[in-house]
């Protein structure tokens, strides 16, 4: 039985992109794969698809960033956690944080290396600013764990 980041791992992306079957393969853009790993697999809250949302546009990605970011908290990596990255003020990248084999790491896709999964330190060595998001019902049952520096 092959576990289930392979779905992900064997996919293409296309910004945009939801999950689409188009030409014998899955599609999505890296917001996609955060959204559905986390709700399918991990069992958190589905969040919106801002389908109408390309990373061409940082600004805009940034807004809808801003709008979920509003009912989240920050956190260390964890499972489940969105990993947002940041180019200055614009978020530019996001990842979903998974546990593998007792490890923490990251899940992502992006138009240079496709999907992938890396460890937590392999995934932020590239980028100045990652910050991790839970889900605030979540921050709230674990208040005792402290917010990334």
Known sequence: MTHWTEH????????????????????????????????????????????????????????????????????????GAIAAVFRGSLMVHVGVVLELDGRLCVLEINPKSGARIRSVKDFEAPYLRVIYYRDRDEADANRDLPIQD
Request: glycine share 6%; proline share 6%; with cysteine.
């Open 8 to 79: 992900y791992l064997k996919a293409k992306y296309r910004d945009g992109a939801r999950g689409e079957f188009e030409d014998g393969a899955y599609w999505y853009d890296c917001w996609a794969v955060a959204r559905e790993a986390r709700h399918v697999h991990l069992g958190k809250r589905l969040l919106p698809s801002w389908a109408h949302v390309r990373n061409t546009m940082p600004r805009l990605f940034t807004r809808a960033y801003k709008a979920e970011a509003a009912s989240m908290d920050e956190c260390k990596p964890e499972p």
